[in-house]
């Protein structure tokens, strides 16, 4: 191993780089398993939603309407970007403005090819949790 090379992997083993300290959340359930707890009701107001981490590195879209509560994985089917939570009644993606029902996942306006994948979620007294 070259010198340049043993400094680089100090350098990231001091940090944490590389060795999956402070990794990002990846959209999606991630090790999380049926019956976790997502989300406290409270924590998403009717007619809104919230990006949550769930136990382990997932992340999930949470949306709330009069007709219960839904998540979705929230990576846009069109590149992966992380979508926003529904504004003004619709899930926009920051990248390419791929916009999405929140009520269905659906997409209503491209580039996005397709809509957001959902995730079973049930509601047991305050939490919403994974089904
Ligand atoms: S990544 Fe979302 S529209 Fe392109």
Redesign the pocket.
Known sequence: MERRTLLLCGLLALTGCGSGAGAARRPGVGSARTGDRVAGLADVPVGSGALVDLPGDGLLLVVRSADGVRAFNPA?P????V?NPPAAGVIT?P????TFDPDSGAVLT???PKGLVEVPVRVSGEDVVLA
Do not use: E, F
């Open positions: 846009c069109h590149r992966g970007t979508v993606c990248t390419h403005k791929s491209g580039p996005s």
